[in-house]
């Protein structure tokens, strides 16, 4: 029994990610960044601190001033059974600030962004989703974003072994 509550202690003081979406870094250049809490049931947060999410497909958007996270997969949890289960793959509210919800309508409204998740994480016991407005890249784009960083790489480990050297 206190190992568990050891346990739980140990989760709640520190960030553990559950959940991130690597291949938005590659597929859209990010603009802005965002924390933002989310609406959960019980059992869709003891699946989460099971460490089972999927947001790789996911996106959020604006519906009636609220911002909704949609395509994202919770299992629901195992033990789960007798006081009703989640659905797994339903739209989740997200909680953020009045003037940052306007901040991001107002920018999405002008120009084409998408809002993408990019890691869902424990912070302080309470589940997080970090949020990026995120503008669409090509494929020749994404292709330069490569060199760029193979080329960045490169200056950077011959500096290291100029430094070993020298």
Known sequence: MQDRRAKAKADAGSDRVVATNRRARHDYELLDTYECGMVLTGSEVKSLREGKAQITEAYARLD???????????????????FGSH????????????????????????????IVPLKLYFKDGRAKLEIALAKGRKQHDRREAIKERDANREIARSIRNAEKLG
């Open 87 to 114: 659905d797994p793959d339903r739209k989740r509210k997200l909680l953020l600030h009045r003037s940052e919800l306007a901040r991001i309508a107002d920018k999405v409204k002008t120009q084409p962004l998408t």
């Open 64 to 82: 009636d001033g609220e911002l909704w996270l949609f395509q994202s997969h919770v299992p629901p949890w195992v033990f789960a059974v007798g």
